[in-house]
């Protein structure tokens, strides 16, 4: 059963990355990256289901694979050729064509790499890989610890503690950022986790979904009435906080950027919940499911969207802005010009070219248009 709060919360989520790529108020920029993409491993966890994949690995991982990595590779491939294209169109006086020869293998490289900070010209790519690594992870505990909670949840938590300390201490990236999903897997599994305790029902027999202790999950609903009330309030503070003392030492997951490690958990799980239980209350919303629904594609291709419109409105509306409500304004009106020029992209890509984002869709839809204008010359 499609989980239609879940499908909003993604929209609002995907939302909250476009906004915090165009060049946010400093408060609102660290506020949001202390929780937008934890928020997006917690829901890919509380989505999981290991009893579908528990009897075979393989299955789960050609799924996985299929599913993030060849559109990771696809969308990585069409943006690096997207930029070259556009250097070639606005600056003719470079020779992009010797700089292209002279740079593919470092492209090649970066995408083999599959890092943000290698990914230049599409960082948000980054997470694809992640969450694939994440999700290996993640499916290696609970296949182990299907029985033993508490097992999984020391797991979890000894590979937060092994990835921050890896952040701090070792000063070399590790490919398909590992390093990062060592602290990714802790929000992943959360977000498993508080499913099963949440809505038990939907969990799969096979699972540890059942192996909680029915008078822990008592007490555990009796203190979750007070959660929402909690969550919101410690957000409130904090952006209250931050609006009077703005920092610049935000937290950023794909350069392994965590600050403290317990305000690193805390707001990250604080903003998580805010809007979890925000969101199950408002339930459905149609346009926040639809971006919800395409939150892959948004992920994927707003970053070249947002830097043509950001160019844009510089050089031929000279917008240069300092003043708080202005910059955010100016960041408010791109984001949503952004998200409504995906629209068609996103339709054509679920309709005529959905191996993109790994799925084996049909291409009737396709045939009928090449069959209609055959007709159309005869």
């Not at 499908?7 to 408060?27: C, N, Q, T, Y």
């Not at 809007?275 to 629904?293: A, C, D, N, Q, T």
């Not at 068609?344 to 009928?368: A, H, Q, T």
Request: proline share 4%.
């Amino acid at each position: 059963m499609r989980l239609h709060w879940i499908d909003a919360l993604k929209g609002i989520g995907i939302m909250l990355v476009v906004f915090a790529h165009h060049s946010l108020p400093v408060a609102l920029d660290t506020y949001i990256f202390s929780f937008h993409m934890p928020l997006f491993f917690f829901i890919s966890g509380f989505l999981f289901d290991f009893g579908k994949y528990a009897e075979s690995a393989s299955n789960f991982i050609k799924g996985r694979f299929r599913s993030l990595i060849v559109p990771y590779f696809c969308f990585a491939l069409i943006t690096c050729l997207f930029y070259f294209l556009l250097d070639t169109a606005f600056q003719p006086g470079v020779t992009n064509i010797d700089f292209f020869q002279n740079s593919a293998l470092y492209e090649i490289y970066s995408i083999m790499y599959a890092l943000g900070p290698l990914v230049s010209y599409n960082p948000p790519l980054w997470f694809l890989s992640c969450l694939f690594i994440t999700e290996l992870l993640f499916y290696g505990f609970a296949k182990k610890y299907s029985e033993e909670p508490r097992k999984l949840v020391f797991w979890l938590t000894a590979a937060g503690v092994i990835g921050y300390l890896y952040s701090v201490y070792v000063p070399f990236r590790m490919p398909w950022n590992v390093d990062v999903a060592l602290s990714a897997v802790v929000f992943y599994g959360a977000g498993n986790l508080f499913r099963k305790l949440t809505e038990p029902e939907e969990g799969s027999g096979s699972s540890f979904s059942l192996k909680f202790n029915s008078g822990f999950i008592e007490r555990f609903s009796r203190v979750e009435k007070y959660f929402p009330v909690v969550f919101i309030l410690l957000n409130l503070l904090y952006l209250g906080y931050l609006l009077e003392f703005p920092t610049a030492d935000k937290v950023n997951m794909n350069v392994l950027k965590y600050g403290n490690f317990f305000s690193f958990y805390l707001l990250a799980f604080s903003g998580i919940f805010a809007f979890v239980y925000l969101f199950k209350k408002i339930g459905s919303s149609k346009i926040l499911e639809y971006y919800g629904r395409n939150s892959l594609t948004v992920l994927a291709l707003h970053f070249p969207v947002k830097d043509v419109l950001t160019k844009l409105a510089v050089i031929v509306f000279g917008i240069e802005l300092e003043c708080f409500y202005c910059k955010t304004a100016f960041a408010l009106s791109l984001t949503v010009l952004n998200l409504l020029l995906l629209v068609p992209v996103i339709f054509i890509i679920n309709n005529y070219l959905p191996f993109i984002l790994g799925k084996k869709g049909s291409y009737s839809r396709f045939e009928g248009m090449k069959s209609h204008f055959k007709k159309s010359l005869e």
